[in-house]
């Protein structure tokens, strides 16, 4: 049963700056400046974490596939920060380290969903 979704909305998520299509020096220059910030949905079920980009933002991408975060490869999660003062969603895996912006009542709902999935994984705080 880990397709059913346990979770879902709207969230940014923080992608590698050479996964940018756009040339123009500027646009390149204000996304290296505040980090590669891909809009889209996620999506939580009993075994992974997927987000989605959304149309828009998958124009500005060179890989806009869905990212798919398996919760058994979670080795630590918490709340981390961006700019000081938002709350952010942050996963280290065996693959990487993800970080999900969400509004601040999906984040803690996300949180609590992760420490319940999560037995695994060390919660940060």
């Known amino acids: 049963m880990s397709d ?17 299509r756009n ?9 290296a400046l505040v980090g590669n910030w891909v809009g889209g949905r996620f999506s939580l079920t009993q075994g992974a974490l997927t ?4 149309r828009m933002n998958a124009a ?32 280290e895996t065996e693959h990487g380290t993800y970080r999900l912006r969400c509004a601040p009542g999906k984040s803690t709902q996300l949180m609590e ?3 319940a999935l999560c037995p695994m994984g060390e919660f940060t705080g």
Do not use: C, H
Not at 8 to 14: H, I, K, S, T
Not at 76 to 86: A, D, E, H, I, N
């Open 4 to 20: 059913v979704v346990v979770l879902e909305g709207l969230a940014n998520m923080r992608m590698d700056l050479g996964n940018v």
């Open 23 to 31: 040339a123009r020096p500027l646009a390149t220059a204000a996304v």
């Open 51 to 54: 987000f989605t980009t959304n």
């Open 60 to 91: 500005f991408q060179k890989d806009s596939a869905p990212v798919v975060i398996a919760l058994d490869s979670v080795r630590t999660f918490g709340f981390g920060r961006m700019m000081f003062v938002f709350k952010t969603v942050d996963l």
């Open 113 to 115: 969903k992760l420490r």
